[in-house]
């Protein structure tokens, strides 16, 4: 596995790779790779000849210094599991050899896929998302990026930088991985200790009372009322918002939810640290 640091010499070993005909695949990540990303770089594999993963922590899309100080650096393990999973590229750039000397990003208006939900709870998030994402698909040019639906939002929004800046580019969705309990992988799940843990997995059991809900019902509203309650109640959950939406568009979803798009999503913080989970309404 090659290991790159510098937008130069990632560009000219890509360069050589699509001379010899071959595809690129590029999962970007911030690190703390776990299972879910391994999947995506598995996934990826299949499909491409050269997979590129990135280990970039993004310091424009945090909302927190804090947040930003306390993301679990793990470089070397990262390496192992990228190589073990398929990867056959790491791009490892400093925050320099992306910004140069300015952090300052551009704000980003895609309508309400920017400013509902993870736009509204995190001002500013999504503008360093796609200002890295823009810089690392230009360094990298790949053929396929390969992103997990845990972040369903950013998925939407990430699509359609690509269909706005990068037509050539496929952006494919990838299954959000689960642990043995239920709960959505995450890099923030090590923040969670053994009590605040039993506490995230209500996140889990609401997307599945709003699943196992659509399938008989056009109404959730009134479950969902039921869910903030029961939030209220919970010590250490601050529930931050859960809807039923269209994926694409990220409208609220109250009469037709069975359709591919339909997807129940949640926000909460627990203990102090932040989770989001979604779930697909119309499959098994
Ligand atoms: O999903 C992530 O890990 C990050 O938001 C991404 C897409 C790598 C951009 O920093």
Not at 39 to 59: G, Q
Not at 114 to 130: A, C, I, L, P, W
Not at 210 to 233: F, M, Q
């Amino acid at each position: 596995m090659n290991r790159y640091k510098t937008i130069e010499s990632m560009k000219s070993y890509i360069d050589g790779a699509r001379a010899e005909g071959k595809k690129v695949g590029f999962v970007p990540t911030m690190g703390a790779l776990h299972p879910g990303h391994a999947s995506l770089i598995a996934l990826a594999s299949e499909s491409c000849d050269e997979v590129v993963v990135s280990v970039f922590v993004n310091p424009t899309q945090f909302n927190s210094k804090e947040d930003f100080e306390t993301y679990p650096l793990t470089l070397q393990g990262d390496l192992n599991l990228a190589r073990l999973a398929g990867a056959t590229v790491v791009f490892t750039p400093t925050v320099e050899a992306l910004y140069g000397t300015s952090l300052a990003v551009k704000p980003v208006d895609y309508g309400r896929l920017t400013s509902v939900y993870e736009g509204q709870k995190r001002k500013g998030h999504f503008d360093g998302v796609v200002a890295v994402v823009r810089k690392l698909f230009s360094a990298v040019n790949a053929h396929r990026a390969f992103f997990g639906e845990k972040d369903l939002q950013q998925l939407a929004v990430i699509r359609r930088l690509a269909q706005e800046e990068f037509a050539d580019l496929e952006v494919i969705g990838c299954p959000l991985v689960r642990e043995s309990d239920g709960l959505a992988m995450s890099s923030r799940n090590v923040r969670l200790s053994g009590l605040l843990r039993q506490d995230a997995l209500a996140l889990y059991d609401w997307l599945n009372q709003i699943k196992n809900a659509a399938r008989g019902t056009t109404d959730v509203s009134a479950l969902l009322a039921a869910i903030e309650a029961e939030a209220k109640s919970m010590a250490h959950v601050e529930l931050e918002y859960v809807d039923v939406i269209n994926a694409k568009t990220f409208d609220p979803l109250r009469k037709t939810f069975n359709t591919e798009d339909a997807f129940a999503i949640v926000a909460a913080q627990v203990g102090g640290v932040r989770l989001i989970d979604n779930c697909r309404l119309a499959c098994s």
